[in-house]
């Protein structure tokens, strides 16, 4: 079993960046894929990126290719979502997943969530 504690959200300019962490109880964090996903009002919760349980292989949903960057440490258990050139469309309660399968189908362990909203 793992519990998840997302972290690092908050309000930022159009343009600007954030760093989300996601911090992993249990002592199998290291063997399962990660991934971070999003849910703005009003709309489902949708896939943003993934990361293989060794972190060789990484995947991103298109809406955020060349601006998102996920990275784990497996030895902090803990991953992390780099987001730069934010926009108003990635407002969103972002939520980190321990995949159930690669790339981006979630699993039954979830965050709390953090909220990240940007304004124009």
Known sequence: ???LVESGGGLVQAGGSLRLSCAAS?????SYAMG???QAPGKEREFVAAISASGLRI????SVKGRFTISRDNAKNTVYLQMN???PEDTAVYYCNALDRW???PGNYW???TQVTVSS
Request: without cysteine.
């Open 85 to 87: 050139s934010l926009t």
């Open 26 to 30: 249990g002592r199998t964090f290291s």
């Open 59 to 62: 995947y991103y949903a298109d």
């Open 36 to 38: 971070w996903f999003r």
């Open 103 to 105: 790339p981006n189908l």
């Open 111 to 113: 965050g709390q969530g």
């Open 1 to 3: 079993q793992v519990q």
